[in-house]
T-cell receptor, first 115, second 111 residues
C-alpha cells in the first residue's frame, strides 16, 4: 500500500467533460506534485505546490487546473481535454520543496483516457 | 529537457544474476535518485546519493556516482523475479529546482 492515495484509479471522459483527480497524503509533507506519464516514458513534472502555494507550473495548458485546498489534499481539475492528454497522472509528495535532498513518495496514479 | 539518460533501455537476465543500469545527466546536480516502477503502479524511491558521495549501498542495491563524468550506476545483486520493473534515475539541481527523470531501463528477471 502506498502512503499517497489517488482517486479514481481509472477515468474515462469525453472531450467536453469536466472531472477532477484527487490526491491525499497524511505524512505531514508540505510539498506535493503532479506528474504526467505516457506509456513507456518517464514521468514529466506538471505542477509543484509548496505550503499550499503553487511554486512551479511547467507551462501546462490551462485545461489542467491544480488546486491545493489544504496541506493533505491536492486536486487536478480537468476540462476540455484532448485525446493526447490520455496518460497516467501521478501525484507525489515530499517533506518540503526547497530544502535539501529528499525522496518523493508517489501514489499509484489515475489512468486517464480521453474519448 | 531530460536530465538523465539511462542505458540499457531494456535488460533481461536470469534469477541470481546481477543487473547493472547506467545513467548520465547533463548539468550539475545536488543529488541523484533511483526509483522503481512496477507495471501499472506508481514509482517507489530506492536510493538517493548526494553530489559529494561516490558510492552508497542499501540491501542488494549499490549506487555509484561520478560527477566528473556526470554519470551514475545502479547495481542490483542476486536478482529475483520480483525485481522485474522499470528503473528510473532522477537528477535534482539546486534547491527549488525540479526532479528530472531519465528515460528508464526495463528490467526483466526470469526464473
Amino acid at each position: 500500500d502506498t502512503e499517497v492515495t489517488q482517486t479514481p484509479k481509472h477515468l474515462v471522459m469525453g472531450m467536453t467533460n469536466k472531472k477532477s483527480l484527487k490526491c491525499e497524503q497524511h505524512m505531514g509533507h508540505r510539498a506535493m506534485y503532479w506528474y504526467k506519464q505516457k506509456a513507456k516514458k518517464p514521468p514529466e513534472l506538471m505542477f509543484v505546490y509548496s505550503y499550499e502555494k503553487l511554486s512551479i507550473n511547467e507551462s501546462v495548458p490551462s485545461r489542467f487546473s491544480p488546486e491545493c485546498p489544504n496541506s493533505s489534499l491536492l486536486n487536478l481539475h480537468l476540462h476540455a481535454l484532448q485525446p493526447e492528454d490520455s496518460a497516467l497522472y501521478l501525484c507525489a509528495s515530499s517533506p518540503t520543496w526547497a530544502r535539501g535532498p529528499q525522496p518523493q513518495h508517489f501514489g499509484d496514479g489515475t489512468r486517464l483516457s480521453i474519448l | 529537457s531530460q536530465q538523465g539518460e539511462e542505458d540499457p533501455q531494456a535488460l533481461s537476465i536470469q534469477e541470481g544474476e546481477n543487473a547493472t543500469m547506467n545513467c548520465s545527466y547533463k548539468t550539475s546536480i545536488n543529488n541523484l535518485q533511483w526509483y522503481r516502477q512496477n507495471s501499472g503502479r506508481g514509482l517507489v524511491h530506492l536510493i538517493l546519493i548526494r553530489s559529494n558521495e561516490r558510492e552508497k549501498h542499501s540491501g542488494r542495491l549499490r549506487v555509484t556516482l561520478d560527477t566528473s563524468k556526470k554519470s551514475s550506476s545502479l547495481l542490483i545483486t542476486a536478482s529475483r523475479a520480483a525485481d522485474t520493473a522499470s528503473y528510473f534515475c532522477a537528477a535534482r539541481g539546486q534547491a527549488g529546482t525540479a526532479l528530472i527523470f531519465g528515460k528508464g531501463t526495463t528490467l526483466s528477471v526470469s526464473s
